[in-house]
């Protein structure tokens, strides 16, 4: 069973948000067994995105990046990883 924990409640808006520590921060929560969902709503509310579902298709957006998969969960999480690598590659 993944895990879910309480969330810390802070932000840190100050700093400019980096594709690249979003996403390890995305693969070390993964790693310790979280909630996908969980995971998603954490790193939009840390990173200040938005995580959504609209007509069937379930979206993340941090840093001007937007990941959409249809089963939503870990598939959006490696949708907007994969998005965020093209775009540092770019």
Known sequence: MARRPASSGATDDSRQVSPSDVSIVIDELLAEDMDAD???AE?????????RYLNGTYELRIAGIVGTCTAGGVGQLKSW?????RKIAA
Not at 43 to 51: N, P, Q
Request: glycine share 12%; proline share 0%.
């Open 38 to 40: 969980w995971i998603v």
């Open 43 to 51: 790193v939009a509310r840390r990173y200040g995105g938005t995580a």
């Open 81 to 85: 990883q994969r998005a965020a690598a």
